[in-house]
């Protein structure tokens, strides 16, 4: 079982003071970072605490919008409450040009 995030993981994970610790997103999510997404969504989901930092996203493909809202919809019937916080232009603009931008509104904070 992988440990739990901490401020500590600094290059994995983004803290702040004013929100819960969240998992820093990539960069590039593509369909090469797809597993690797899915791993670590399946962690957070299993924590119980499935805080995304998506200020960093650069590049987003829709196999990974696609996990995103697994784990949001996951969330949901769990009562974990995803929170997707700091989304880029990037990250949004996928979102809206999937149509999915109400979906995503109760995750994106």
Known sequence: MEPELTCADADAVHCRTSEPTAFALPHTLD????S???????HLLA??????DASGVG??????VQLLLAA?????K?????????????FLDAVVELGLQ????????
């Not at 690797?36 to 399946?42: E, G, P, S, T």
């Not at 769990?78 to 990037?90: F, W």
């Not at 109400?102 to 904070?109: A, H, M, Q, V």
Request: hydrophobic share 35%; proline share 4%; with cysteine.
């Open 78 to 90: 769990a009562g974990t409450g995803l929170k997707i916080i700091n989304a880029s232009d990037v």
């Open 59 to 64: 590049r987003m493909s829709t196999p990974c």
């Open 31 to 34: 369909m090469s970072a797809a």
């Open 102 to 109: 109400g979906e995503f509104s109760n995750w994106t904070k």
């Open 36 to 42: 690797d997404l899915q791993d670590k969504l399946k």
């Open 72 to 76: 949001g919809r996951a969330s949901e």
């Open 47 to 52: 924590t119980g605490h499935p805080n995304l």
